[in-house]
């Protein structure tokens, strides 16, 4: 945070981003396929021929292999992860959003909230169809606690 300014959504992450990390983790999974499938055959064929010619190595060349296997596996399945949580992630803030938004529209149509009243500025507003209508604040307590000469409504 420089001076001078407020506070910064270094953290923030919004819904086109989270579902070009979700496609770029599509991408990078079904990519794997292929070049996994032939570097296996690669692979099998070169520790064949090591085994073939009686070199110590070709054990060693299939523990990689299958080392390399299994790495693939998991970075394939943390990618489907990543997908699908995002996938539902984006689907369920914007059905969160759309909830928001309904009971915002349904309370600024019945006046607001149960138990709020409007203040009078926002009745003028809400008569003559300027802006939005917002309840009246709510009583609050000082920080310092109730104080019988200080009481903020």
């Not at 070199?55 to 943390?78: C, I, Q, S």
């Amino acid at each position: 945070m420089s001076q001078g300014q407020g506070p910064q959504d270094d953290l923030a992450v919004h819904s086109p981003e989270l579902t070009e990390i979700g496609n770029e983790a599509y991408e990078l999974r079904t990519g794997l396929t292929e070049p996994t499938r032939l570097a296996d055959e690669s692979t099998d064929s070169a520790a064949r021929a090591l085994s073939n010619a009686s070199m110590e190595t070709a054990d060693a060349l299939t523990h990689t292999r299958e080392r390399f296997e299994d790495k693939v596996r998991m970075l394939k399945n943390n990618c489907r992860y990543l997908e699908e949580h995002l996938g539902v992630t984006v689907a369920s803030h914007a059905s969160d959003e759309a909830d928001i938004v309904t009971g915002i529209r349904q309370a600024a149509a019945t006046g607001g909230p149960a138990g709020h009243e409007l203040t009078p500025q926002a009745r003028f507003l809400e008569t003559f169809g300027i802006g939005e209508a917002s309840p009246a604040p709510h009583p609050t307590v000082p920080a310092g606690g109730l104080n019988e000469d200080i009481i903020n409504i």
